[in-house]
């Protein structure tokens, strides 16, 4: 076995080089700026990154149609043990994932054109998405409220308003969690477009940023 073989390094790192490169684009350049949301930013990465030499390191075993399906398999029913993955962040882990398979598991006679096609085809409807068709990025907060009486159907006009001048934000709809009627208090999941109001919570609680559940 030969300490090192020019040719197949030389394959890894392109390989490595580009996805790295496209998973940059779509994490840090696309994602991140939009949900400042640095959970995931280190998640993405690392499994990116992982998912690609796995599937490298392996290529020579016969497996290679059944290890991505398998991946994709293992990964698309993760669950954090506290809240789940959002829509959202489940889609951008499929796409680093896929992107990660097919840079590593794309036979050696592909020609580099379509390779690199395929990675930046995946990067443009991403970011077409994101910033040209659906410029109105929809978020979510979850406030702790005092005002309990507020929450009777025939009050929400009123609790609506109230909510828009205390958090200083035009917010478009609520959802009612728990209510604590010991504490008289009541958790609500706020919606609100954030291209608007980005400022306004960019040094919020990092606890806010990871509650995905009321």
């Given at each position: 076995?030969a ?7 030389t ?9 790295t490169?496209?998973l940059f684009?779509?994490i ?10 640095k959970?995931?930013?280190f998640t ?10 796995l599937?490298?390191?392996?290529e ?16 698309g ?8 993955i ?8 499929f796409?680093?994932?896929g ?15 379509a ?6 085809a995946?990067?443009?409807?991403a ?6 068709w659906l ?6 907060k ?7 009486e ?17 958090i ?6 609520f ?8 504490k008289?208090?009541v958790?609500?999941?706020v919606y609100?477009?954030?291209?608007a109001n ?6 919020e ?9 009321l």
């Open positions: 076995m300490f090192i073989d020019i040719t197949n390094f394959q890894l790192f392109v390989r490595f080089l580009l996805n490169s496209v684009i779509i840090r350049l696309l994602y991140y700026p939009l949900t400042k949301r959970d995931y930013l993405y990465f690392l499994v990116g990154t992982m998912v690609f030499l599937c490298y390191m392996l020579n075993v016969q497996l290679q149609l059944g290890l991505a399906l398998g991946l994709f398999a293992i990964f029913i993760i669950r954090y043990r506290t809240n789940a959002p829509i959202k962040e489940m889609t951008y882990l796409i680093v994932i992107l990660s398979v097919i840079n590593a598991l794309t036979g050696h006679g592909l020609n580099i054109i390779l690199l096609f395929t990675n930046l995946v990067t443009f409807i970011f077409a998405l994101e910033r040209i410029l109105k990025n929809e978020s979510n979850i406030v702790i409220y005092d005002k309990i507020f929450i009777k159907p025939e009050n929400h006009e009123m609790l609506l308003d109230d909510l828009k001048k205390r200083g934000i035009n917010i478009i709809r959802e009612i969690g728990r209510i604590d009627f010991v008289n208090t958790r609500i999941k609100y477009f954030e291209s980005e400022a306004a919570f960019e040094t609680n990092e606890e806010w940023k990871n509650s995905d559940e």
